[in-house]
Every structure is written in C-alpha cells, then in structure tokens.
T-cell receptor, first 109, second 116 residues
Framework: GQNIDQPTEMTATEGAIVQINCTYQ??????LFWYQQHAGEAPTFLSY??LDGLEEKGRFSSFLSRSKGYSYLLLKELQMKDSASYLC??????????WGAGTKLIIKP | GAVVSQHPSRVICKSGTSVKIECRSL??????MFWYRQFPKQSLMLMAT?????????EQGVEKDKFLINHASLTLSTLTVTSAHPEDSSFYIC????????????FGPGTRLTVL
C-alpha cells in the first residue's frame, strides 16, 4: 500500500531551526512535494524534489533520499507566522499526490 | 505564478439543498483538476479527478451521484453537492494541473461548506 509517516506535532522556538521528517511508501515515484497549510486555508506549495539531495529556497530547504524513502523539510530562522501544518506529499506513478495528516508545527516566542 | 480560484469561499445551506462550487484556473490551462475534502485536523482526502471533456474518476467510497463533477473547459471544473446533509459539512479544495508541467498542482483557496 501507499503511506506517509510524519510526526503529528512539533514545537520550536522563534528564531530557531526545525527539521520535519517524512518517510513514505508509494507505487512508483514522480517526486515529492512539501506544502504549508494554515488552519482553515488551502495548502500552499513550498518545494519539490525529484532527485536525491538538498534543495534550498530561502529559509526553507528540502532533502530527498529516494533509496530510503525519506525526505525532510528544514525551516531556519523560525517566525511566528511559520506556525502551520506541513504536508509531505509524494507523487506516485499515476502522477497522483499521496497525502498524510501532516505535521502541526507550533512556534513559541 | 499559476492561480486557481474557487467560488464561493464560504457557503451555508439547508439540509436537502444542492450547492455548486466552481474551480477556475486563471492564467493557465488545466487538463486535469482534482477535488479534495478535508475534515478538521485530518488529511486531505482526494474525492475525484476530473479531466476536461470526460467523466470524472471517483475515489473509492465517494458517491458519484451525490458529488457531481463537470469539467467542461480547460479552465473550469464544478463540484455540485446534491441533497446536502450536515455530514457533508467540510472544507472542499480543488487543485489544477498545468498542461505544461505535469508534476505540479496548484491549489484553490478552498470552500467552507456548512450544512444546517
């Protein structure tokens, strides 16, 4: 079957760094997306990895290891507005996104 | 960047009525649009995949006669919730796949449906 495993909730301090891990199993693989979702809003795109390695985009970086079925999202210089759910979504062989419940990130001052 | 709009953003209706939600890709053509439903504190659940000019493909457990999907053009898909009941109250989100980039999906802002 297909499944996603992420921590349910994480807490971090404003200004710090946090890493959100994701392991996945899919039928085929066409890349992995990270989305941010604030409560009551639709997801917004953060990053896309299709090859192994680290993709850096400002304060956010995403890493992928296809052989391990593993990805992480790294958030630096945390701000209060980063409090949200972070969704790891691999794309399967049918180009369909597979969704887990996401990780709720709580930022404390 | 690619923009997807949804209308209405919020709707409250009485039990037994039907509600139509529109999803539009504003600056790109979308051969495929996806409809999701999300209950509080739960993951996004794919309801159906709609391809322009053809019938939608529904996920297991989603009633096709209750959730009518029409994808009449490359920029518009509609979801009609027929004979809505309180248990249909949820956050409905559409996403669209750009014809030029098969890998990326762009999400609409979502529609909050409350059935009284």
């Amino acid at each position: 079957g297909q499944n996603i495993d992420q921590p349910t909730e994480m807490t971090a301090t404003e200004g710090a760094i946090v890493q959100i891990n994701c392991t996945y199993q899919t039928s085929g693989f066409n890349g992995l997306f990270w989305y941010q979702q604030h409560a009551g809003e639709a997801p917004t795109f953060l990053s896309y990895n299709v090859l192994d390695g680290l993709e850096e985009k400002g304060r956010f970086s995403s890493f992928l290891s296809r052989s391990k079925g593993y990805s992480y999202l790294l958030l630096k210089e945390l701000q209060m507005k980063d409090s949200a759910s972070y969704l790891c979504a691999p794309m399967d062989s049918n180009y369909q996104l597979i969704w887990g419940a996401g990780t709720k990130l709580i930022i404390k001052p | 960047g690619a923009v997807v709009s949804q209308h209405p953003s919020r709707v409250i209706c009485k039990s037994g009525t039907s509600v139509k939600i529109e999803c539009r890709s504003l600056d790109f053509q979308a051969t495929t649009m996806f409809w999701y439903r999300q209950f509080p504190k739960q993951s996004l659940m794919l309801m159906a995949t709609s391809n322009e000019g053809s019938k939608a493909t529904y996920e297991q457990g989603v009633e096709k006669d209750k959730f009518l999907i029409n994808h009449a053009s490359l920029t518009l898909s509609t979801l009609t919730v027929t004979s809505a009941h309180p248990e249909d109250s949820s956050f409905y989100i559409c996403s669209a796949r750009d014809l030029r980039d098969y890998n990326e999906q762009f999400f609409g802002p979502g529609t909050r449906l409350t059935v009284l």
